[in-house]
């Protein structure tokens, strides 16, 4: 018998069932709130927000049931790294590429940042931006699974510098190999229901905007070299005064989640 495998099976099934338990308890205070707003005389989510000028998307053909998703850390091999287009790249720190473009390019209206990293980076199509900083000259890159975002995890994306004639001279990235569906699908909550749950935790503030909502996948579990991914709602929410903030809701069990923003740099000091 392969004990490690076996002891990993069984962390990452207690793991879910842990998950499963909290959105039990999560259902139960929801349905809670959710008859107290109708007792105070407010049956919607959606006469709540307008009430305080709080402007939201109307998305529709949203999924409805997802798969947990599991990866493993891809570990760059020499020919992987000399095979990449006007790259001078190396990997000395396990599963981290860090390469220097040879010749910079520049992002033009004919050739955007996305186009350049899919050309000269490992796998690049398996990409999308996630967010830019014009003064730090940076962008944050994350893979995608199943055409949804890997967010914040320090496995699984890239980081752009440009210089300031806006072309692109470096990149780090790191790669999750395998990526699939884990176990069956599972129900989700609307993306409205995460709406309400940052609503009724007082963080969404009157005559904020809702942004962008998406469906993509945050770490559950992190066992070693291979992880487990739980389907997660990012909100993006512009308040009153122009200042923006990110929030996630995990779409299984209605949890808040306390993702840091600067995942790619604490994890890799741990390391």
Same mark, same amino acid.
């Given at each position: 018998m392969d004990w490690s495998r076996t002891k990993t099976i069984f962390i990452i099934v207690f793991s879910i069932l842990n998950v499963f338990l909290m959105s039990l308890y999560l259902d139960r205070y929801n349905e809670s709130v959710g008859l107290q707003s109708t007792l105070d005389?407010?049956?919607?989510?959606?006469?709540?927000?307008?009430?305080?000028?709080?402007?939201?998307p109307r998305l529709t053909n949203m999924p409805q049931e997802v798969a947990y998703v599991s990866g493993t850390v891809h570990m760059f091999t020499e020919d992987e790294l000399e095979s990449l287009e006007n790259v001078a790249a190396r990997s000395e720190s396990e599963g981290i590429l860090e390469a220097v473009l040879l010749e910079p390019v520049a992002v033009t209206e004919d050739t955007s940042l996305e186009e350049i990293i899919q050309e000269h980076a490992f796998r690049g199509n398996d990409y999308k931006i996630w967010s830019t900083d014009a003064e730090e000259r940076t962008a944050? &890159?994350?893979?995608?699974?199943? +055409? *949804? /975002?890997?967010?914040?995890?320090?496995? !699984?994306?890239? #980081?752009?510098?440009?210089?300031?004639?806006?072309?692109?001279?470096?990149?780090?990235?790191?790669?999750?190999?395998? &990526?699939?569906?884990?176990?069956? +699908? *599972? /129900?989700?909550?609307?993306?409205?229901? !995460?709406?309400? #749950?940052?609503?009724?935790?007082?963080?969404?503030?009157?005559?904020?905007?809702?942004?962008?909502?998406?469906?993509?996948?945050?770490?559950?579990?992190?066992?070693?070299?291979?992880?487990?991914?739980?389907?997660?709602?990012s909100v993006?929410?512009?308040?009153?005064?122009?200042?923006?903030?990110?929030?996630?809701?995990?779409?299984?069990?209605?949890?808040?989640?306390?993702?840091?923003?600067?995942?790619?740099?604490?994890?890799?000091?741990?390391?």
């Open positions: 005389g407010t049956t919607t989510i959606e006469d709540r927000l307008g009430t305080e000028s709080i402007e939201f944050l &890159l994350f893979q995608q699974v199943n +055409e *949804r /975002s890997v967010y914040h995890n320090s496995r !699984a994306n890239i #980081v752009v510098t440009w210089n300031e004639n806006n072309e692109v001279t470096s990149f780090t990235q790191t790669y999750l190999d395998d &990526l699939e569906d884990y176990n069956e +699908e *599972r /129900s989700l909550i609307s993306y409205m229901s !995460a709406i309400e #749950v940052l609503y009724n935790r007082a963080l969404l503030l009157p005559q904020s905007t809702v942004t962008e909502v998406n469906l993509g996948y945050s770490t559950l579990a992190q066992l070693g070299e291979t992880q487990v991914f739980s389907p997660t709602w993006k929410v512009e308040l009153a005064d122009g200042t923006m903030e990110e929030y996630f809701v995990n779409a299984i069990d209605s949890r808040i989640l306390d993702i840091p923003i600067d995942a790619v740099e604490s994890e890799e000091t741990e390391e």
